[in-house]
């Protein structure tokens, strides 16, 4: 497994119990300038600690993930060009992203700015690094529907929270 290189991480069976789970949920609306689709978030955390033992195979600097998203994209709905990143003043950033096609559509799909991405077959994923600018692309027909991981590592270069002061309100 490599940053860009698609590989297989769920099984079909994988796939279709976490879009059982997804459609089980209340399913969050999720709009902004860039983003028009809906939403969940995957609480399930039985795999999250061998998720992030093999995101550590990378590199070794993982010491959570956020809790993942299940998205649902229907003709019309799509996440224009974006990165992944946190406010540099956070203790932990966004290191890797890692995005998992769960069920396919024609027309959508998964693009990167700077990287080449062959389409996702249902339970291929890839990592990347989360500052790299990448999209999803609205379905012609049927619905698209991805999960997300976010891992995060300690942030080495933590910025002051903006407009933060110290204890004797001098400017940090």
Known sequence: MKLYEPFEFLTTE?????IEYGRSK?????SNSARKNRIVWYEDSTKWSEWIAMLNTIEPVIEWIQTPQI???NPGEQYDWHTDVWPAYRTHIRHFTLT???QSAAGAGFEMERHSIPRLEKGQAVIFRSPERHRATTPTKGERVSFTIWAMARNNNKQPFPNATSVDKTPI
């Open 100 to 102: 998992c096609e769960l």
């Open 14 to 18: 994988e796939c279709d119990r976490i």
């Open 71 to 73: 998205s649902f994209y």
């Open 26 to 30: 209340v399913i969050e609306e999720a």
